[in-house]
T-cell receptor, first 113, second 113 residues
Framework: GAGVSQSPSNKVTEKGKDVELRCDPISGHTALYWYRQSLGQGLEFLIYFQGNSAPDKSGLPSDRFSAERTGGSVSTLTIQRTQQEDSAVYLC???????????FGPGTRLTVL | GDSVTQMEGPVTLSEEAFLTINCTYTATGYPSLFWYVQYPGEGLQLLLKATKADDKGSNKGFEATYRKETTSFHLEKGSVQVSDSAVYFCALSDQTGANNLFFGTGTRLTVIP
């Protein structure tokens, strides 16, 4: 079956611009996660959605970062007024909560010039 | 807070050599433990997992045993192959709240023929 998909695969933007990153989780997976993989910080958790519950935003690094999940499926991560330190690979993962395993998408590589 | 400490790389081995990548963790409660692998140009994939003390996870010839007394989850393989060249991440989830993953910094393994 289809895995987690993310788009775009690569995004180059100028400092100060807004960007939107998209994640399509595996069908039927109610939990969705965003992580960031960067050279300085390794892999870090950003935000978590579970069904229709309020998201856990405890990992978001600043108020420039936000995310939505519409209809319990597709999610969009938005970064406003991008900074060079936002350059990283943004990974999305989904899981069926009872089984604990998170399945990861291929990531979006964001470069802020 | 929860954290994972992983052996730093890079690690270079000859084909058929024995592999150990050390991983220790700090967590409250009873976490689940994971090894993820990232092959060149690919996304993160779950390699193996263990959900309680003394469990052994295994896959593709790799093994790791959940050791509560030493808070460790070392990855081993008896005979590595060139195709095992990848970055390996140790991770835990604390089974509470968001159940997000806490990752180690990753260990790059290169296997030479």
């Amino acid at each position: 079956g289809a895995g987690v998909s993310q788009s775009p695969s690569n995004k180059v933007t100028e400092k100060g611009k807004d960007v939107e990153l998209r994640c399509d989780p595996i069908s039927g997976h109610t939990a969705l996660y965003w992580y960031r993989q960067s050279l300085g910080q390794g892999l870090e958790f950003l935000i978590y959605f579970q069904g229709n519950s309020a998201p856990d935003k405890s990992g978001l690094p600043s108020d420039r970062f936000s995310a939505e999940r519409t209809g319990g499926s597709v999610s969009t991560l938005t970064i406003q007024r991008t900074q060079q330190e936002d350059s990283a690979v943004y990974l999305c993962a989904s899981s069926y909560p009872l089984y604990n395993e998170q399945f990861f998408g291929p990531g979006t590589r964001l470069t802020v010039l | 807070g929860d954290s994972v400490t992983q052996m730093e790389g890079p690690v270079t081995l000859s084909e058929e050599a024995f592999l150990t990548i050390n991983c220790t963790y700090t967590a409250t409660g009873y976490p689940s433990l994971f090894w993820y692998v990232q092959y060149p140009g690919e996304g993160l994939q779950l390699l193996l997992k263990a959900t309680k003390a003394d469990d052994k996870g295994s896959n593709k010839g790799f093994e790791a045993t959940y050791r509560k007394e030493t808070t460790s989850f070392h990855l081993e393989k008896g005979s590595v192959q060139v195709s095992d060249s990848a970055v390996y991440f140790c991770a835990l989830s604390d089974q509470t709240g968001a159940n997000n993953l806490f990752f180690g910094t990753g260990t790059r393994l290169t296997v030479i023929p």
